[in-house]
């Protein structure tokens, strides 16, 4: 790390990056909270996560600018390992998900999150933002009309005074402003001091109380890849967004091992694994973060805020931190998405949907995310299935009949292949040119060889010209009439 790397990566920004993490700090308080309850744990677990995590991605992480933290995604999947088996084995299985995502960093598999379709991203993006939202309404039934009025003041600072100034972020003006006027007010309105017990003191150092056997892994296992894979791919479409919103570039691979570090480290201090967060990223960019020390400062602030300013984050009205998480929702939302629905192909606007609504609906991100890609790769392969031509041409004197193949030649491919040959014409022999062509699996191979069979039977002479080396070598494992193969390029 020389001097260069510093300045660029951590002080070229940095009263922004102090006030956004101040921001940043705050919302991760509530979320932090209602994360543990979800997981079924202490709300210090959560808030030493969010603590430990955003720090050490600051030093370590891939993204400047990034904010990771206890999720409500991984939260979901500690459910079970939590209720049968208790805190001491979610510690253990945090662990050994760290130890996952540094070994897929040291691999460089980050560099596959260029598979993931734009659709599926956009899709995952726009159903976070609903979760976001929806996550806000029970904060918002059954309340006081109060609540309501503090909301809507709290939404007209965020969007009105950026009019104004921007010398300080709004969201940080609406939640300080709010939280004065409930004090001075004695206003009866939900607080952050009712989600749970704020922690009194630092995180002690402690190994998980497991024991170190092979029925302990055959527990943690399951749940640590699945919280792995989980981990990785929020982390990698966090890192995604804010490089679109900040036009800037990343290292998925550092930002693998970046995170692998953090939950192994958090681990060893009560807390659970965590990932990137997309709203709280969101968050730290609208209000000017841009560095590491953003991030940083996000969770030096948030231990800060919950040690050292306990008794006024108490009093923070919920309606306050529920209109900034408001904001993050409306500000993660793609509306384009919708807005250029006409004129974007009908099959990347399935994906994008059935990605949405699959996660909306089963709370399940890596499902739903799996499902887009199914549904791409679907879609591209019967595209590409369509795009193969034959050009017929038959020798002056009619004894010959040449076949010249253009396209990709693979299970879907096949059927399209096969229509294009006139089995029952009359000619001495047969030139099926590949030159043009690629043959991707055993399908193609087995069609290629099932049309030679079938001119052969009719009495032609066959050949296959043109085969490429992957082509020719596939073709020659394979076929059961490779011998009428010339392998020319």
Same mark, same amino acid.
């Given at each position: 790390?020389?001097?260069? /790397?510093?300045?660029?990566?951590?002080?070229?920004?940095?009263?922004?990056?102090?006030? =956004?993490?101040?921001?940043?700090?705050?919302?991760?308080?509530?979320?932090?909270?209602?994360?543990?309850?979800?997981?079924?744990?202490?709300?210090?677990?959560?808030?030493?996560?969010?603590?430990?995590?955003?720090? #050490?991605?600051? /030093?370590?992480?891939?993204?400047?600018?990034?904010?990771?933290?206890?999720?409500?995604?991984?939260?979901?999947?500690?459910?079970?390992?939590?209720?049968?088996?208790?805190?001491?084995?979610?510690?253990?299985?945090?662990?050994?998900?760290?130890? $996952?995502?540094?070994?897929?960093?040291?691999? @460089?598999?980050?560099?596959?999150?260029?598979?993931?379709?734009?659709?599926?991203?956009?899709?995952?993006?726009?159903?976070?933002?609903?979760?976001?939202?929806?996550?806000?309404?029970?904060?918002?039934?059954?309340?006081?009309?109060?609540?309501?009025?503090?909301?809507?003041?709290?939404?007209?600072?965020?969007?009105? #005074?950026?009019?104004?100034? &921007?010398?300080?972020?709004?969201?940080?003006?609406?939640?300080?402003?709010?939280?004065?006027?409930?004090?001075? #007010?004695?206003?009866?309105?939900?607080?952050?001091?009712?989600?749970?017990?704020?922690?009194?003191?630092?995180?002690?150092?402690?190994?998980?109380?497991?024991?170190?056997?092979?029925?302990?892994? &055959? $527990?943690?296992?399951?749940?640590?890849?699945?919280?792995?894979?989980?981990?990785?791919?929020?982390?990698?479409?966090? =890192?995604?967004?804010?490089?679109?919103?900040?036009?800037?570039?990343?290292?998925?691979?550092?930002?693998?091992?970046?995170?692998?570090?953090?939950?192994?480290?958090?681990?060893?201090?009560?807390?659970?694994?965590?990932?990137?967060?997309?709203?709280?990223?969101?968050?730290?960019? &609208?209000?000017?973060?841009?560095?590491?020390?953003?991030?940083?400062?996000?969770?030096? !602030?948030?231990?800060?805020?919950?040690?050292?300013?306990?008794?006024?984050? @108490?009093?923070?009205?919920?309606?306050?931190?529920?209109?900034?998480?408001?904001?993050?929702s409306i500000g993660t939302f793609s509306w384009s998405s919708?807005?250029?629905?006409?004129?974007?192909?009908r099959t990347e606007t399935a994906v994008m949907l059935t990605?949405?609504?699959?996660?909306? /609906?089963?709370?399940?991100?890596?499902?739903?995310?799996?499902?887009?890609?199914?549904?791409?790769?679907?879609?591209?392969?019967?595209?590409?299935?369509?795009?193969?031509?034959?050009?017929?041409?038959?020798?002056?004197?009619?004894?010959?009949?040449?076949?010249?193949?253009?396209?990709?030649?693979?299970?879907?491919?096949?059927?399209?292949?096969?229509?294009?040959?006139?089995?029952?014409?009359?000619?001495?022999?047969?030139?099926?040119?590949?030159? &043009?062509?690629?043959?991707?699996?055993?399908?193609?191979?087995?069609?290629?060889?099932?049309?030679?069979?079938?001119?052969?039977?009719?009495?032609?002479?066959?050949?296959?010209?043109?085969?490429?080396?992957?082509?020719?070598?596939? !073709?020659?494992?394979?076929?059961?009439?490779?011998?009428?193969?010339?392998?020319?390029?």
């Amino acid at each position: 790390m020389n001097l260069k /790397f510093v300045q660029r990566e951590w002080f070229f920004n940095t009263r922004q990056d102090l006030l =956004a993490g101040a921001v940043v700090g705050l919302a991760l308080i509530p979320e932090a909270i209602a994360f543990s309850i979800i997981a079924g744990v202490d709300p210090k677990v959560g808030l030493y996560t969010s603590f430990i995590i955003a720090v #050490l991605t600051a /030093f370590f992480g891939g993204r400047p600018g990034s904010i990771s933290a206890a999720t409500g995604a991984m939260a979901l999947l500690m459910i079970d390992l939590v209720k049968d088996h208790g805190l001491q084995y979610l510690l253990a299985a945090t662990v050994l998900t760290g130890v $996952i995502q540094v070994i897929f960093g040291i691999l @460089k598999l980050g560099r596959q999150m260029k598979y993931v379709p734009r659709a599926v991203m956009i899709g995952y993006i726009n159903a976070l933002a609903v979760l976001i939202f929806l996550a806000q309404l029970p904060q918002l039934t059954n309340v006081p009309v109060t609540v309501y009025i503090l909301t809507i003041l709290s939404l007209a600072i965020i969007y009105i #005074l950026p009019r104004f100034t &921007q010398a300080v972020p709004s969201p940080l003006v609406a939640l300080a402003v709010m939280t004065i006027a409930a004090i001075a #007010l004695k206003l009866e309105v939900p607080t952050v001091g009712d989600m749970g017990e704020l922690p009194t003191a630092l995180p002690i150092f402690a190994l998980p109380s497991v024991p170190f056997n092979l029925e302990t892994l &055959q $527990i943690i296992l399951p749940y640590s890849l699945t919280m792995a894979i989980v981990g990785l791919l929020a982390s990698f479409l966090t =890192a995604a967004l804010v490089d679109d919103l900040t036009d800037t570039p990343s290292d998925k691979n550092q930002e693998a091992k970046g995170q692998g570090i953090a939950n192994i480290v958090t681990a060893f201090f009560g807390g659970m694994a965590g990932c990137g967060m997309i709203g709280q990223s969101v968050i730290n960019v &609208q209000s000017g973060g841009r560095g590491r020390l953003s991030t940083l400062a996000a969770g030096v !602030f948030l231990l800060f805020a919950i040690l050292g300013l306990q008794d006024w984050v @108490k009093e923070m009205p919920m309606a306050a931190l529920v209109a900034v998480m408001i904001m993050v929702s409306i500000g993660t939302f793609s509306w384009s998405s919708f807005k250029n629905m006409s004129r974007t192909p009908r099959t990347e606007t399935a994906v994008m949907l059935t990605t949405m609504f699959v996660i909306i /609906f089963t709370r399940n991100f890596a499902l739903g995310v799996a499902t887009g890609i199914v549904m791409s790769t679907v879609f591209f392969s019967r595209k590409i299935a369509l795009l193969v031509f034959v050009n017929k041409t038959l020798s002056d004197d009619g004894a010959r009949r040449i076949y010249q193949v253009a396209g990709q030649i693979f299970f879907l491919s096949k059927e399209e292949f096969l229509r294009s040959f006139d089995f029952r014409e009359l000619v001495e022999c047969v030139t099926i040119d590949l030159t &043009q062509a690629h043959l991707w699996d055993q399908g193609a191979v087995e069609t290629v060889d099932k049309v030679v069979s079938k001119f052969r039977r009719n009495g032609a002479e066959v050949e296959v010209v043109g085969l490429n080396e992957a082509s020719a070598t596939l !073709f020659n494992r394979l076929a059961d009439n490779k011998e009428s193969a010339v392998i020319e390029n």
